[in-house]
């Protein structure tokens, strides 16, 4: 079995269709969105109708919850704050009801997907690499072999095995082995924070044994002047350029 994950989308239209591109080309039998399909950029409603017809399965993100009124914004900066008033203005009801209808987390075939720490996914906790003790407190409730999640905008792939916790080099393809347990971060499709600006997707291929983060290039230059033309915060706009 062969799945694509993807994650943290936030209405960039350019990096969504590049990256579903690359998925048909390498071939999943299956792909799934851990949510923040919204918030941020130009193209909230396209992402949606994107996401809703391929995406088999769905989680939500906190921007997604935000833009429907399920939680506040009080964590929320100024820009990501004006990005969602702007993003709720321009989603259609269909679009709003199928955001507010995505639960925060779902299990499949012996992997858990959620946008956050899955011991947490309610309070869309952060979970980085550098954070053991939030990893080992995720790990010690993953009833699952594999957890995938997003929300950070920065990949990673952490192992449990008998020694206790690994961060795995993401750079190249990784083998699964038999008795470990995994929590990988897909990093983000729209705006990734890891210094790539290329877009990030994740396949695991449970047939092959292999797993591999995947990024692809796109003309971001082209979500910027959307994003100027739309008034969003400039902010916004530079840091696709520079992957923060
Ligand atoms: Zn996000």
Redesign the pocket.
């Known amino acids: 079995m062969r799945v694509a994950v993807i994650s943290?989308i936030?209405g960039n239209a350019e990096a969504l269709d590049a990256v579903l591109d690359d998925i048909d080309y390498v071939g999943a039998d299956f792909s799934v969105c851990l949510g923040?399909v919204v918030?941020y950029y130009p193209d909230p409603e396209y992402c949606v109708d994107v996401i809703r017809d391929r995406a088999v399965y769905t989680v939500c993100?906190?921007?997604d919850r935000a833009v429907t009124g399920g939680i506040p914004t009080d964590n929320f900066n100024e820009h990501a704050e004006a990005a969602l008033y702007w993003t709720e203005t321009r989603l259609s009801v269909e679009s709003k009801l199928f955001l507010a209808s995505l639960p925060p987390l779902i299990r499949i075939e012996g992997m858990v997907f959620a946008h956050a720490s899955p011991n947490s996914p309610e309070s869309f906790r952060y979970l980085f690499d550098n954070d053991r003790r939030a990893l080992s407190e995720a790990f010690s409730e993953l009833v699952c072999r594999a957890g995938f999640v997003?929300?950070t905008?920065c990949p990673f792939i952490a192992m449990r095995h008998d020694g206790g916790i690994s961060i795995l080099p993401h750079g190249k393809p990784v083998n699964i082995e038999d008795g470990n347990y995994y929590l990988i971060n897909v990093g983000?499709v729209g705006?990734p924070r890891d210094l790539d600006p290329r877009a990030a997707w994740f396949l695991f291929d449970t047939d092959a044994k292999r797993m591999e983060l995947f990024r692809v290039a796109y003309d971001w230059r082209i979500t910027q002047r959307k994003i100027i033309a739309a008034g969003l915060p400039t902010f916004l706009s530079d840091r696709l350029a520079k992957g923060i």
């Open positions: 943290d936030h923040d918030g993100g906190n921007h997003g929300h905008h983000s705006q």
